[in-house]
């Protein structure tokens, strides 16, 4: 007679019926909340709206927020058995002691969340391992009206009661679903397979009459299996508890504060449970949060990672996103992550841990190797939509070479189940287990927080050594890299960035906060070099404490799902109200530190003086509006100043031409079609056309985009765009620009256009302001160039890359979207074209067009997403030879930099020059010196620089201004050589390598 199949249907209700069998509830508790709007504090905790609840009452609407009070007695009956709370508000609760430091974190079971890796709520809270009975319950607990992904869950509370947890048959749950989880996921026709299905099946038949005798017997019969061992390992796996907080997201930051205290509260609790658990956790600023807001807490955690059981990870302030953020912020990420966790915990951190971010820049293993960096985890490359990244763990290496051991867990996720499919898969999917010994892990209920729960961490107690899987270890990731890197030999290298085939659209979406991350970075720049000017001249005083505040604030807000766009409204309106407040501030400082630094200009001759302020490291000769009409040519030396007459100058004659449908001067002619796009710039100079032939250039185009922040369909363009229409032109003639004024109409959107040509310039510039008010619809410009190359030269930080502009591959097609700071350029080798811009990152490079991404507004999950008015320039600028001998970056950088305006007034001490002064000179090509800032830890200047073009440059770095000695340094402000001149007037000589970074150190 055949054998009868056994049927994994009937084995999953088995699973089933044994979890409902784990608890038994004895009593109610009494519940009494006390509701407020926002959250506050446990000495505050009765401040709100008191309301006695009972199971499906509602206590609030989304993000309400309550203190809960339960209250109750735990039944005489329930003497010797151990006791539990099971709680459950529909929301995410935290419970905390009589001090008012948090407990333990209980979230709502139908959290939103990806089941198949399993549940994410958590719900129960112990009691006593063997009660006494009697026992009063007076428990506080802090909830927010919202599941861990920000969702509103009805607002009902669901249950709060005393029950006896029956361990026998929760310990036989976990025995039960490791095997049967192992059976569903192996994949093969095994004995082992065959005998573990009939053990499953055998105890599914003992439960039919289910007492102490038969949950005892199928304990023994399920941990005959569970005993068998694996022999000698060819792999192993690291495990590492883990739980991803996005600091913002379908949430604002403030219910993040709460996330961390419970997720961290935690992880604590179920350390003291579970002897062998490792929990890691990264970002500085969650952990300051929890340092302000729980002192007691915190100091736990302290302990723990003493101990060596709580790993801190990654080695930046937030987990930011890389293609936006801007080269120095990056450096500011690493410097003020690892300072804090050394600072706070004694660590240096080599790893860097991203798990989540949307891509990353190619300039990143530079920026890690110089800062004692060796490692990088994340796995977001596994949601690429075209391509799988060919490897789990490799060599990155970046534009100037330098390369990072990067891991990505084969698991493609830091949410891991830690079930057998887990480690199934690990072992089955790693790319790399040819060469490679070992794999990482990463299990808990990520993204919304939460962490690892129980299950996690029973499970991996049954499958850590269990014949059919690799074994696995917890241990610090840390400790896994270390063995990683044993085998380095044999591991491939991966060049250049690692690019993100999804989420195309976070390059465009909330263009607002784009703008102000980018004038942010630029002005904390402006204001570093004008105190470091007054510092160092003696007449001021360095901001540090205040620089180091807003930077932290402003690192905060390149979190990976806030400058990216792909959080919820209130976010938004939140970072916008602050980015405004730190914009005006920093400017108030640069104000203030270049007053104090025109102080110290020695007297000129003329009592009505202005001193002009050049940040970047070459001289510039440009036309200045001082507003009213009160224009006037000036030459500023490099990285210094030139004190001028303020009185107003006679203009020159200008040759230049202004009307509706044409701009010119000696270098360009410009001409304009009727529908307000341009048919012609022709170049005189060059005596060439720069558009495309047949073609129209700055034509605003409107796509139909009905996707999200993160992705706009793919095939968006097939459908044609619409194109904005011209209402109305005015041309006129100021000072040395000539200028056409054009104002555009779509759907219920207007958008006016200022575009200019300046006397003596090839650089036509497009001021805009748009009042934006379309659903699903994106705006692009576009300029079809006449120029051949199969690249786009495209800005990133502290360099440049090339992206093709063909299709000719799926890598190449699904680079469709591409990120640029400053400029992306379309070069052969005798011509070329860029586009500059203030604030835009998003771009299309194909054949010999680039499209400029302007606005996009996608309706989730910000339904008002850049539905608002909005300004931006950017710029067409055609040069004779490539982007490098034309050195477009520096055109990149005067577009975002411009000269700051000081009235020199009051007392001056005479201890800088007066007229002109260059502080610090660079003399050779191709170098730019990103920042220069006060050294965070001694009077010293740090001078931040790096190769533009991609080749070798030798360049002498004079410094103008007083000092004892210089050095070159890591990343951390560490000093690794002093240099040395044979004369101060001579300078100080350095050699760079293609892209290389170098840090010089200014001892004052």
């Not at 049967?180 to 996921?185: A, M």
């Not at 105890?203 to 299996?225: F, I, K, N």
Request: with cysteine; charged share 25%.
């Amino acid at each position: 007679m055949p054998h009868t199949p056994i049927k994994m249907d009937l084995l999953r209700r088995t699973l089933h019926g044994i979890e409902s069998r784990i608890y038994t509830k004895v009593a109610s508790l009494a519940m009494t909340a006390y509701a407020t709007k926002e959250p506050v504090v446990f000495a505050e905790r009765k401040s709100g709206e008191r309301l006695e609840l009972q199971p499906g009452d509602q206590w609030g609407e989304r993000w309400d927020c309550a203190w809960f009070h339960f209250s109750g007695r735990v039944p005489e009956s329930a003497a010797g058995q151990k006791v539990v709370l099971l709680l459950d508000v529909n929301g995410e609760l935290c419970i905390f002691d009589e001090e008012g430091t948090p407990l333990q974190g209980l979230t709502n079971v139908n959290s939103e969340f990806d089941l198949t890796l399993g549940l994410p709520g958590k719900r129960v809270f112990g009691v006593a391992d063997s009660a006494a009975g009697g026992e009063v319950i007076d428990l506080w607990g802090d909830a927010g009206n919202n599941d861990l992904f920000g969702y509103f869950r009805s607002g009902t509370v669901k249950e709060a009661d005393i029950a006896i947890c029956h361990e026998e048959i929760r310990q036989l749950y976990y025995d039960y679903e490791v095997l049967l989880d192992y059976v569903e996921h192996i994949e093969d026709k095994s004995a082992r397979t065959a005998r573990i299905t009939q053990a499953l099946y055998d105890v599914h038949l003992l439960l039919r009459y289910p007492s102490d005798e038969t949950v005892a017997d199928a304990r023994r019969l399920l941990g005959a299996e569970l005993a068998k061992r694996g022999g000698d390992p060819t792999m192993t796996a690291s495990a590492i508890g883990h739980a991803h907080i996005d600091l913002a997201w379908l949430w604002p930051i403030r219910e993040t504060y709460r996330k961390g205290a419970r997720t961290f509260a935690t992880a604590l609790r179920m350390m003291e449970k579970y002897p062998d658990y490792v929990f890691g956790a990264s970002q500085p600023q969650l952990y300051q949060w929890v340092k302000e807001q729980h002192p007691k807490l915190y100091a736990q955690i302290k302990q723990r990672v003493a101990e060596g059981r709580w790993e801190v990870q990654g080695a930046m302030w937030v987990e930011p996103d890389s293609n936006i953020a801007g080269g120095e912020a990056l450096v500011r990420q690493i410097l003020l992550g690892k300072r804090f966790f050394k600072e706070e915990f004694g660590l240096d951190m080599r790893m860097l841990w991203v798990p989540d971010i949307f891509g990353y820049t190619a300039s990143l293993p530079q920026l890690l190797k110089l800062s004692g960096v060796d490692y990088v985890m994340t796995q977001k490359l596994s949601w690429s939509i075209h391509n799988d990244h060919p490897h789990h763990t490799f060599f990155w290496e970046g534009i100037d070479g330098s390369r990072v051991l990067t891991h990505l867990p084969p698991e493609d996720t830091y949410n891991g189940p830690a079930l057998p499919r887990s480690i199934l898969k690990a072992e089955r999917d790693y790319y790399d287990k040819n060469v490679s010994d070992h794999c990482l892990v990463v299990f808990g209920i990520g993204d919304g927080g939460g962490g690892p729960g129980e299950e996690h961490l029973e499970r991996l107690a049954r499958v850590k050594n269990l014949q059919g899987l690799i074994p696995v270890k917890q241990e610090p990731a840390i400790d896994f890299f270390e063995k990683l890197n044993a085998n380095r030999s044999r591991y491939k290298t991966w060049k250049g960035e690692l690019y993100l085939e999804k989420h195309q659209g976070t390059l465009t979406s909330q263009a607002r906060n784009k703008r102000f991350n980018r004038k942010l970075e630029k002005a904390l720049r402006e204001l570093e070099f004008a105190a470091s000017l007054a510092f160092a001249a003696g007449t001021g005083g360095y901001p540090a404490e205040e620089l180091d505040r807003i930077w932290k604030e402003v690192l905060l807000y390149q979190f990976h799902d806030i400058l990216p766009g792909s959080s919820i409204t209130r976010v938004f309106d939140e970072s916008l109200a602050r980015y405004e407040a730190l914009l005006g501030r920093v400017n108030e400082l640069t104000a203030k530190a270049y007053e104090e630094a025109a102080s110290a200009i020695g007297a000129s001759g003329s009592e009505r003086t202005a001193v002009l302020f050049n940040s970047l490291p070459w001289a510039r000769k440009e036309w200045l509006d001082a507003g009213g009409g009160a224009w006037r040519e000036v030459d500023v030396p490099a990285m210094g100043y030139a004190v001028v007459d303020a009185a107003p100058e006679a203009l020159p004659a200008f040759e230049l031409q202004a009307s509706g449908d044409s701009l010119e001067n000696e270098l360009v002619r410009v001409t304009f079609l009727s529908d307000g796009s341009i048919g012609s710039v022709f170049d005189k100079a060059l005596g060439r056309e720069v558009l495309a032939p047949g073609e129209r250039a700055n034509v605003l185009a409107v796509y139909k985009d009905d996707g999200d922040a993160w992705d706009f369909p793919e095939d968006y363009a097939a459908a044609g765009f619409e194109q904005m229409k011209l209402t109305a032109v005015n041309a006129l003639l100021e000072g040395p620009q000539a200028v056409v004024e054009q104002r555009y109409a779509y759907g219920k959107s207007t958008l006016t256009q200022r575009i200019s040509l300046t006397a003596g310039g090839k650089q036509l510039t497009f001021a805009t302001n748009a009042d934006w008010q379309e659903d699903g619809r994106m705006l692009r410009a576009i300029f079809p160039l006449n120029v051949y190359t199969d690249a786009a030269a495209c800005e990133i930080q502290f360099g440049h890359l090339k992206r093709p502009t063909h299709r000719n591959t799926m890598w190449d097609y699904a680079k469709d979207e591409i990120a640029a700071h400053q400029w992306i350029d379309l070069s052969q080798p005798d011509f070329g074209a860029a586009i500059l811009n203030d604030c835009k990152y998003g771009y299309s490079a194909n054949g010999h067009t680039i499209s400029v991404h302007l606005l996009r507004s996608p309706s989730f999950p910000d339904p008002v997403c850049d539905r608002a008015e909005h300004q931006f320039n950017y710029a067409l600028l055609p040069h004779e030879g490539d982007f490098i001998a034309a050195e477009v970056y520096k055109a990149g950088y005067a577009f975002n930099t411009p000269i700051a305006v000081v009235e020199a007034a009051g007392s001056r001490s005479g201890t800088l020059p007066a007229d002109r002064f260059t502080a610090i000179a660079l003399e050779g090509d191709g170098v730019m010196i990103e920042a220069v800032k006060k050294a965070e830890d001694e009077d010293a200047l740090i001078v931040r620089l790096y190769e533009t073009s991609g080749g070798n440059a030798s360049v002498r770095l004079r410094v103008n201004l007083p000092h004892a000695s210089v050095s070159l340094a890591d990343l951390m402000e560490q000093k690794t050589e002093t240099l040395s001149a044979q004369a101060v007037e001579s300078g100080y000589g350095l050699q760079f390598a293609p892209f290389e970074i170098k840090t010089v150190k200014i001892m004052l």
